[in-house]
């Protein structure tokens, strides 16, 4: 009995279990999960990336045209998600517009991460020879190949190297980003030109300021991919939604849900303040407007 006992190590029992019931033998088992640890090794994503077609995009961002950001959070709450994609109100908008609220807007994520740097800045070069380098380092390793997704109802979610003085977005790509379709640009960290951005009227929600350019100090890590921005977990096709009281990410699968329970709040407001409106003499304006 000892000898037997002894014989059923785990190993064993493996191999009595392959050659019973016809599966892999323990050799090839092993070889399986050294695939897995090589695989691992190399680097593993663990949260799909959905798709969604235009079409889809179009009808959710329907849904939820005209809401605000308040409304989307007594959704949430609706739902079952409190707490749940609030982004921090450091998060702000870089300009206002408080008479048409053209700084409002909803959108579909795409993201893309940058991470600082470990390379080498630039020293000891010409100008021309620094002209090179820095125009490598753009097309090379800190580049905007998430360009190619920017679509009709797009919101672009940056998630970039919080502690650099880098300005990732500039006065003249969120302008072409905006030309491509993006409705509004969120990141954790900074921008530059910003008086050219308020003049441009791009909505823009940011952290702070950043005076300097990408070469020396970030890259390009991914496009696509969930990211945090905020505190907050975004994850591709998610709805974005911005205006003066921050941001929130509302998760797609509960998209619907969250928007009918916002609709029925932002109505329920409105007629409210409707009311008192006539009862203080105040004209109406489009903020209580059927």
Not at 103 to 129: C, E, I, L
Not at 136 to 154: A, C, M, N, P, Q
């Amino acid at each position: 009995m000892r000898i037997l006992q002894r014989s059923l190590r785990p190993g064993f029992c493996l191999i009595i279990f392959c050659l019973l019931f016809g599966v892999p033998g323990s050799n090839q088992v092993l070889d399986e999960n050294a695939k897995t640890t090589e695989a691992l090794r190399r680097g593993m994503n663990f949260i799909p990336t959905p798709v969604y077609s235009e079409a889809e995009d179009q009808r959710i961002l329907e849904m939820f045209k005209g809401l605000r950001v308040a409304d989307v959070c007594d959704g949430m709450d609706a739902v079952g998600l409190k707490n749940i994609g609030l982004m921090d109100p450091e998060i702000h908008p870089l300009w206002r517009d408080t008479e048409r609220f053209t700084h409002r807007f909803v959108g579909v994520a795409v993201t893309a991460r940058y991470v600082p740097t470990q390379r080498p800045p630039a020293s000891g070069m010409t100008t021309d020879a620094y002209d090179r380098w820095a125009g490598d380092w753009y097309e090379k390793i800190s580049g905007e190949v998430f360009t190619r997704l920017i679509r009709k109802g797009t919101a672009l979610v940056i998630e970039d190297a919080a502690e650099a003085d880098v300005g990732s977005i500039g006065s003249y790509n969120i302008l072409e980003w905006k030309r491509l379709g993006c409705v509004g640009v969120v990141t954790s960290a900074t921008a530059r030109d910003t008086d050219e951005i308020i003049v441009e009227r791009v909505p823009l929600y940011f952290k702070k300021p950043g005076r300097g350019i990408r070469p020396g100090r970030n890259e390009l890590e991914s496009v696509n991919r969930p990211v945090v921005c905020g505190g907050v977990l975004v994850i591709p096709g998610d709805i974005i939604m911005a205006d003066g009281d921050g941001v929130i990410v509302v998760p797609r699968a509960k998209a619907e849900e969250v928007a009918k329970y916002a609709r029925k709040i932002l109505e329920e407001d409105k007629a409210g303040r409707r009311e008192l409106y006539k009862k203080v003499g105040l004209k109406e304006d489009q903020t209580v407007k059927k």
